[in-house]
Nanobody, 119 residues
Framework: QVQVVESGGGSVQAGGSLRLSCAASGSISNIIAMGWYRQVPGKQRELVASVTSYGSTAYADSVKGRFTISRDNAKNTVILQMNSLTPEDTAVYYC?????????????WGQGTQVTVSS
């Protein structure tokens, strides 16, 4: 069993900041990567930012320079620091943990946390 728990969503005015946290627990002996995705109604879930176990990061073009992802391997947590937020960042944000099993790579998702940015 793998548990993925997000926290830190909420409402903020444009230009403000929020910090999302995600903690993974359970059978997580081989994490490949952790990341944040977001989804708005009627659209596909999209990558926001991810970080591998080696520290390599990837960001959506729309958040580069504003969002920063960081990971604590010892605690199996990942943090998304979001600055200069705009109404276009409003979405449900999901944390994904990617694990290497014996012959497969499995993805585990959190329940999602709402981020609302008002103009």
């Amino acid at each position: 069993q793998v548990q993925v728990v997000e926290s830190g969503g909420g409402s903020v005015q444009a230009g403000g900041s929020l910090r999302l946290s995600c903690a993974a627990s359970g059978s997580i002996s081989n994490i490949i990567a952790m990341g944040w995705y977001r989804q708005v109604p009627g659209k596909q879930r999209e990558l926001v930012a991810s970080v591998t176990s080696y520290g390599s990061t990837a960001y959506a073009d729309s958040v580069k320079g504003r969002f920063t992802i960081s990971r604590d391997n010892a605690k199996n947590t990942v943090i998304l620091q979001m600055n200069s937020l705009t109404p276009e960042d409003t979405a449900v944000y999901y944390c994904k943990v990617q694990l290497r099993r014996y012959i497969t790579i499995d993805d585990y998702w959190g329940q999602g946390t709402q981020v609302t940015v008002s103009s």
